[in-house]
């Protein structure tokens, strides 16, 4: 069965660095795109980048944009997100999604259980 | 960016009765929105993508329409296990994905 496992989330200090993984399993990880998204405490849903599933192509909310790199490693099934400069807003529960094998397709069939990213000093 | 808004924020419901669910797009989104369930302590669980289409292993008592800028999600019969936080999300800007601020279905 399709499965994703999240990992990495930890408490960090404002400014500083932090790698998530999304290790994926069940389906041909190198054929689909690979979203994060993530979700504050008690808020809704916010998309967060996408990565195509050569890893060709990347896109990232305004929020992130260059300080949250996105890559993917397919000989382990592996998503990345590099946080750097995290700030006290990025606090949320950090998902890897599931997309489809176009960019187009861009709704998410599966979700890992998230792993838990708190910024504070 | 597209911004989603859903209607009500609450709705209070019994198990059995019908519940309608809206999300309107601030731009047309042609046919490229899902809708999610996602229950207390778990993940979103996609329900509907292309406005209408029933994702695998859904329940016919789900069922999406809509297109352009007005979209529903109707749930025929509720179940006890249908209650929590509905979502909408349009693609059709998909290098900026959005999701609306939610729907939270509890009991009456």
């Known amino acids: 069965q399709v499965q994703l496992v999240e990992s990495g989330g930890d408490v960090v200090q404002p400014g500083k660095s932090l790698r998530l993984s999304c290790v994926a399993s069940?389906?041909?990880?190198?054929?689909?795109?690979i979203h994060w998204a993530r979700q504050a405490p008690g808020k809704g849903l916010q998309w967060v980048a996408v990565?195509?599933?050569?890893?060709?192509?990347?896109y990232y909310t305004e929020s992130v944009k260059g300080r949250f790199t996105v890559s993917r490693d397919n000989s382990i099934n592996t998503v990345f997100l590099e946080m750097n400069n995290v700030r006290p807003e990025d606090t949320a529960l950090y998902y890897c999604?599931?997309?489809?094998?176009?960019?187009?397709?861009?709704?998410?069939?599966?979700w890992g259980q998230g792993t838990l990213v708190a910024v504070s000093s | 960016d597209i911004l989603l808004t859903q209607s009500p924020a609450l709705v209070s419901v019994s198990p059995g009765e019908k519940v309608t669910l809206s999300c309107r797009a601030s731009q047309r989104v042609s046919n490229n929105v899902a809708w999610y369930h996602q229950k207390p302590g778990q993940s979103p669980r996609l329900l509907v993508y292309g406005a209408s289409t029933r994702a695998s292993g859904i329940p016919r008592r789900f069922s999406g329409t809509g297109s352009g800028t007005e979209f529903t999600l109707t749930i025929s019969s509720l179940e006890s296990e249908d209650f929590g936080v509905y979502f909408c999300q349009q693609y059709n800007d998909w290098v900026s994905v959005t999701f609306g601020g939610g729907t939270t279905v509890d009991f009456k």
């Open positions: 999604a599931k997309g489809g094998m176009i960019p187009q397709d861009a709704w998410h069939d599966r």
């Open positions: 069940g389906f041909t990880f190198s054929s689909f795109t």
């Open positions: 990565i195509s599933s050569d890893g060709s192509y990347k």
